[in-house]
C-alpha cells in the first residue's frame, strides 16, 4: 500500500489548506442555508412611506385624508423652501410632499376631481407611485359615497372601514410545491463544495504522482499500472468519504431533525453521497490537465462556479429560458438539483422515480468522467 501511504502524505502536507477550504464552504452552506427560509417568509411586507404633508384645507376631507396616510406612512411637515423641498427629496429623507389645499372639501363636494391636490415627487419614483395610488383609492372610494347620496362625514366613516380591510398575501410556486424546508438550502449548495473540495484537495495529490521524474520512476517499479492506480482511486474515495461524513455531521448539527431523520432526509443523504462520488470523477479527470497549483485553482472556480450557475444551484431552474434548460441537462448538478426539489414533494419511495432517474443519470457522468479520466491518463504514461 506504498501509493495509498504516499496519498495521504500528501494530503497531510495540504491539511492546512484543506481545513480553511472547509471551513470557508462549510459556512456559505450554513449561512445560505439558514437565511433563505425566513427571506422567503419575509419576501412581503407593508411598505411605509415619509410624506411631507401640508393641509390647509378647512373642511372634513383634508383631516381624512390625512389620518388615512398617516396610518400607514410617516408625515412629516413638508419643507417651506424650494432649496430645502430639494435637498430632502434628493436625501431621500422625504418620499413625497402633498399639499391638501385651502378649498380642497369644497370642491370635492361640488364635483370637481382633477388637480386638486398639489404633489411633489422624484420623476420616475416607485415610491410615489405608491403614495399615489393610495391617495386616488381613498378619494375614489369617498367619492362612490358621495355619488349614492351619503353625506361627507357618512361617506368618509365608510370609507375608512372598507380601506382598514387587509388582503391576505400568500405565495404560490410554479409547480404548487410547499415552501421548502431548510434541509434543502442546506442540500442545494453542496455541489459547489464539492466539486472545488475535491478538485483542490484531490488534484495537490494527483499533480505530485504527474511529476515527471516521479512518474519515471513509478513506471520503472515492480508495482503493476492496474495495481497504483487501484491505490491512488482507494485513496481519492477515502478522502471523498471523509469530506462527504464532515458535511453530513454538520447537516445533523445544523437541519432540523424532523427532516434529516425522515424520508427526505435520507433520500437527500443519497443525493450528496452519488454527487460526491461525481465531483470526485470530475476532480481525478481535471487533475490530469493541470500542470500547477495555479491552474488548478482556475480549474476549481471554472467547474464549480459552471456547475452551480448553470445546473441551477446559485439560479433557480425555473428562471431559466428553455434554451438555457436544455444545455443545462449536459451538467450534473442541474439533475442533482432536480432530485433535490423532488425530494421535497415525496411521499413515499414508491413514488420517488423522478428522483431515483436524477440518481442514475449523475452516476452515468460519473462513470463518463472516470473512463475519460482512466483514458486521458493511460495516454500521458504512453507519451
Not at 501511504?5 to 450554513?30: D, E, H, P, Q, S
Not at 398575501?169 to 453542496?190: H, I, K, P, S, T
Not at 462556479?305 to 434548460?325: A, K, N, Q, W, Y
Request: aromatic residues 14%.
Amino acid at each position: 500500500m506504498q501509493v495509498f501511504k504516499a496519498f495521504f502524505k500528501i494530503t497531510r502536507k495540504n491539511m492546512a489548506a484543506n481545513i480553511i477550504f472547509v471551513l470557508i464552504y462549510l459556512g456559505i452552506t450554513i449561512v445560505v442555508s439558514s437565511a433563505m427560509p425566513e427571506q422567503m417568509e419575509q419576501a412581503f411586507s407593508k411598505t411605509s412611506l415619509n410624506i411631507g404633508l401640508e393641509n390647509q384645507d378647512e373642511g372634513q376631507l383634508g383631516d381624512a385624508l390625512s389620518k388615512y396616510l398617516g396610518d400607514n406612512n410617516q408625515l412629516k411637515e413638508a419643507p417651506e423652501g424650494k432649496k430645502e423641498l430639494q435637498d430632502a427629496m434628493y436625501y431621500q429623507e422625504i418620499d413625497y410632499v402633498l399639499v391638501i389645499p385651502k378649498d380642497f372639501t369644497e370642491k370635492f363636494m361640488a364635483g370637481e376631481r382633477e388637480d386638486l391636490l398639489q404633489g411633489t415627487i422624484v420623476p420616475g419614483s416607485v415610491s410615489a407611485s405608491l403614495v399615489q395610488n393610495e391617495i386616488e383609492g381613498f378619494l375614489k372610494t369617498v367619492s362612490m359615497y358621495l355619488e349614492t347620496g351619503f353625506e361627507m362625514d357618512r361617506a368618509l366613516e365608510f370609507a375608512a372601514q372598507d380601506l382598514e380591510q387587509e388582503a391576505k398575501v400568500a405565495f404560490l410556486d410554479g409547480d404548487g410545491e410547499q415552501e421548502f424546508e431548510g434541509g434543502y438550502y442546506f442540500f442545494n449548495y453542496l455541489p459547489y463544495v464539492f466539486t472545488c473540495m475535491m478538485i483542490l484537495g484531490i488534484g495537490f495529490v494527483l499533480r505530485a504522482f504527474g511529476n515527471k521524474d516521479l512518474s519515471a520512476r513509478n513506471k520503472c517499479s515492480a508495482m503493476p499500472f492496474l495495481k497504483q492506480n487501484a491505490q491512488m482511486i482507494l485513496g481519492c474515495l477515502v478522502f471523498m468519504t471523509a469530506v462527504y461524513l464532515i458535511f453530513m455531521v454538520m447537516a445533523c448539527v445544523f437541519v432540523e431533525h424532523d427532516y434529516m431523520f425522515s424520508l427526505k432526509g435520507a433520500l437527500s443523504v443519497v443525493n450528496a453521497l452519488i454527487f460526491s462520488i461525481c465531483a470526485l470523477s470530475v476532480a481525478w479527470l481535471v487533475a490530469q490537465f493541470a500542470k500547477s497549483v495555479v491552474v488548478l485553482n482556475a480549474f476549481s472556480n471554472l467547474f464549480g462556479l459552471s456547475f452551480c450557475f448553470l445546473g441551477g444551484v446559485f439560479i433557480p431552474v425555473d428562471m431559466m429560458s428553455e434554451g438555457t434548460r436544455q444545455v443545462a441537462k449536459f451538467v450534473p448538478s442541474y439533475w442533482y438539483v432536480v432530485a433535490n426539489r423532488e425530494i421535497q414533494k415525496t411521499a413515499g419511495f414508491s413514488s420517488a422515480g423522478r428522483v431515483y432517474q436524477s440518481y442514475l443519470i449523475v452516476l452515468m457522468f460519473a462513470a463518463a468522467f472516470l473512463v475519460i479520466g482512466l483514458f486521458v491518463k493511460r495516454m500521458k504514461l504512453r507519451t
